[in-house]
């Protein structure tokens, strides 16, 4: 799998206060890429047709929201809400991520983008699923992948968000729809944005292939791990012809926006499933606020990459956590699976 950064998000897209999603994400990725001679190539955002851009997104969100948006990038720096900024360039480098996103995705691309801002959590009118905001997103990059998966004749598309936070705008847009939707998240009783609880499983056409599986705070890499081996058997039963991933590095430990303690063992074995899958993927970078930019990024991208490695667990979880967890997931699983062909 090729890792491709887009040079303009290390410096575009840049808050006027100290915020969380900055420049300065990217930037330490390519550092910590490049200190483990892992490669990546970088693309430019100047040649990508804003105007196209423009019409993707009109696929993805209602054209109330899109229009929403270009009007307000008149008024930049602004705030969408308390979350989310807009500033000079922020609409150029979102429209351009999301565009990358399902171009990738249109020709069956094997990639792992690495650009800003994240999206998971716009959903078809910008706050998704009665949110209380975007959560630092502006255009559904994963939707967009989804999308140009869509365009290219696939219908078997598999979502997986390993974000700490619930990808409620993705699983909105999707919610109605057979497309099997895997979002592993922290507990929403105790996390942004407070949406995807087990048995938010579907509707209409999409019921039963929307699986939430929740990790209680402090949960380490022994319990997840354990739930990825259960989504092997899921994952391999739906047999997908493509794979869209929301990558979120923000439940290693000590992030600051979650608390999770997962560490280079769990991301590693993220990885390694998407390579074991082998099939077409456009992985997006989503959220990652501290050392898992770092230290996660370069585990998983080792286990995309298929370079061995023995990470040991680092991190575990109190064993009455633990097992709460397990039993959740798997009446999750054992409901959904006979939807799932």
Do not use: W
């Amino acid at each position: 799998m090729e890792i491709v950064v887009v040079k303009e998000s290390t410096y575009m897209h840049k808050p006027t206060v100290e915020h969380p999603e900055n420049p300065r994400r990217i930037v330490k990725i390519k550092s910590a890429l490049a200190s483990h001679d892992l490669k990546y190539v970088e693309v430019s955002i100047e040649k990508v047709d804003i105007e196209e851009a423009i019409k993707i997104s009109s696929k993805i969100h209602r054209k109330k929201y899109v229009d929403y948006i270009m009007e307000l990038s008149s008024k930049t720096p602004t705030f969408i809400d308390e979350d989310t900024y807009m500033s000079e360039n922020s609409l150029k480098l979102a429209l351009a991520t999301m565009y990358l996103s399902y171009t990738y995705a249109l020709s069956n691309g094997h990639v792992f983008l690495v650009s800003r801002p994240p999206g998971h959590h716009v959903g078809l009118n910008g706050r998704a699923m009665g949110a209380s905001t975007q959560g630092f997103c502006i255009f559904n990059n994963a939707a967009a992948a989804v999308q140009g998966f869509m365009d290219n004749g696939l219908r078997k598309i598999l979502v997986l968000d390993f974000d700490a936070h619930h990808g409620n705008g993705t699983m909105e847009i999707f919610y109605r729809e057979r497309i099997l939707q895997i979002d592993l998240h922290q507990d929403p009783d105790t996390l942004y944005p407070h949406t995807g609880y087990p048995d938010e499983i579907g509707e209409g056409e999409g019921y039963g292939y929307k699986l939430n599986i929740i990790l209680t705070p402090g949960s380490g890499d022994d319990v997840f791990v354990e739930l990825l081996n259960n989504m092997v058997e899921v994952a391999k039963k739906y047999a997908p012809e493509a794979l869209v991933v929301s990558a979120g590095f923000d439940a290693f430990e000590n992030d600051g926006l979650a608390d999770l303690n997962l560490t280079e063992k769990s991301y590693y074995s993220l990885g390694a499933l998407i390579r074991e899958l082998n099939t077409p993927a456009v992985v997006i970078l989503e959220g990652g606020y501290g050392v898992g930019l770092q230290r996660g990024v370069v585990a998983f991208s080792k286990g995309l990459m298929g370079v061995k490695e023995e990470y040991p667990v680092l991190t575990e979880t109190p064993s009455t956590q633990y097992r709460r967890i397990i039993d959740i997931a798997r009446r999750v699983i054992e409901k959904t699976s006979r939807f799932i062909s």
